[in-house]
């Protein structure tokens, strides 16, 4: 059974840096792609990044881009979200998604990944 488990989140001030890690068990993503996505109150899941391993590339929302950088281990199973410069509209639970066999139109998709982890509150605040 896969199991993907978040952890690092917390709360911080504006311009603060967190840094999340999701850890899988039950399989690897090394070919697959794995990444983050974010859901503040009373809106939708939104795409936050994801790496496609296979390929090697990262993708990131317009949103986070330069603040934000997803890597990841060698063994394919854990990934990291670090976040500088957090601001207040970063404020979200923050779930890790992983998924194989994924192109690359619908790696923004939510709907596109197989698993999920049980997420992680993000609270940026003065």
């Known amino acids: 059974q896969v199991q993907l488990v978040e952890s690092g989140g917390g709360l911080v001030q504006p311009g603060a840096s967190l840094r999340l890690t999701c850890v899988a068990s039950?399989?690897?993503?090394?070919?697959?792609?794995m990444g983050w996505f974010r859901q503040a109150p009373g809106k939708e899941r939104e795409f936050v990044a994801v790496?496609?391993?296979?390929?090697?590339?990262?993708y990131y929302s317009d949103s986070v881009k330069g603040r934000f950088t997803i890597t990841r281990d060698n063994a394919g199973s854990t990934v990291y979200l670090q976040m500088n410069n957090l601001r207040p509209e970063d404020t979200a639970v923050y779930y890790c998604?992983?998924?194989?066999?994924?192109?690359?139109?619908?790696?923004?998709?939510?709907?596109?990944?197989?698993?999920w982890g049980q997420g992680t509150q993000v609270t940026v605040s003065s």
């Open positions: 998604a992983a998924g194989m066999g994924l192109i690359t139109s619908s790696l923004g998709t939510a709907a596109a990944y197989d698993y």
């Open positions: 039950g399989r690897t993503f090394r070919r697959g792609a």
């Open positions: 790496g496609k391993w296979s390929s090697g590339s990262t």
